[in-house]
């Protein structure tokens, strides 16, 4: 089988993207604070900021593709440090294609639907990008130098995502789940709109995109949520209690990092070729044992 190496596998995203892609290609993972043991994947600790780390890590492997997820994808985290995070979501990511063009081989890349300020969604790819946090910017910026390193690549703008726990990370639900079953109260926006999916439904997409697509491509999902309607979805796919659940808005909260309101993504492309992410509801009640 062909090799594939996915950045960031013990990530959220980058460990579902590894259970995924088993089967159809010989899975090669990077890691750095967290290790996991991923059957059927081949892990090696790598620091993706050094490039000589990085380098040396494509001359062991040669792979044949390459799923960079890897980031420090917290938007507060980013906005109060974006000297720390610079160098893992821009740099690396500029080496990263530089090497896969040097290479000759398939490159995606895992953007954000924070590069938009969420003011006219839907979003198409061919949408300015108007970012309004660091960690909006970080990604504009690893987009345009990775296009221009490397025209092929597949840069995938990602929306939020949720799925099950994996051995090292948890998705945005997790901590509501926990909430809502102590019946403490959870608050949670109104006028925060994003094209949810679960995080395999991304995976499914950024393979299909391998040697498929280059340049821009939108992952969201088919429907429009807040995070209120996320949470009421939950009590009721998961039989939780609803005393703790309150809506409110992003103006009641103060926040490291600015958030856009509605950055859905239009996602017609991906649709036609192929990609087909269900209703949030569908994909809870397919997750409901596991969360």
């Not at 043991?37 to 380098?55: A, G, H, M, P, W």
């Not at 102590?182 to 094209?195: M, P, Q, S, V, W």
Request: with cysteine; hydrophobic share 40%; glycine share 6%.
């Amino acid at each position: 089988m062909k090799k594939l190496l996915v950045t960031g596998v013990s990530g959220f995203l980058g460990w579902h993207l590894a259970q995924l892609a088993q089967g159809e290609w010989d899975v090669y993972g990077t890691y750095l604070a967290h290790g996991a043991n991923i059957s059927n994947t081949k892990l090696s600790k790598v620091d993706l900021t050094n490039f000589v780390e990085l380098k040396q890590l494509f001359q062991e492997i040669q792979p044949d593709a390459v799923i960079h997820t890897a980031a420090q994808s917290s938007p507060n985290f980013c906005q109060a440090n974006p000297e720390i995070c610079y160098p893992i979501n821009v740099t690396a990511s500029h080496n990263l294609a530089g090497l896969c063009a040097d290479a000759g081989i398939p490159c995606v890349f895992t953007s954000s639907d924070n590069v938009f300020d969420g003011l006219n969604p839907p979003y198409r790819e061919t949408d300015a990008v108007c970012p309004i946090n660091y960690y909006g910017e970080q990604k504009v910026l690893a987009e345009e130098g990775m296009q221009a390193r490397y025209p092929a690549t597949a840069i995938c703008r990602m929306p939020l995502m949720f799925g099950a726990a994996t051995p090292t990370a948890k998705s945005f639900i997790q901590p509501f789940i926990e909430i809502l079953r102590t019946e403490k109260e959870l608050k949670l926006f109104t006028d925060e709109i994003r094209t949810t999916v679960s995080a395999t439904t991304a995976a499914k997409g950024l393979l299909m995109a391998l040697g498929k697509v280059q340049g821009y491509l939108h992952l969201g999902g088919k429907e429009r949520i807040s995070r209120y309607e996320i949470g009421c979805l939950l009590i009721e796919v998961l039989q939780l209690p609803t005393t703790g659940i309150q809506p409110c808005k992003q103006q009641d909260f103060t926040m490291a990092a600015p958030r856009p309101p509605d950055v859905s993504l239009d996602s017609s492309w991906a649709f036609s070729i192929g990609y087909a992410p269900l209703s949030v509801r569908e994909e809870l009640e397919i997750l409901q044992h596991k969360l």
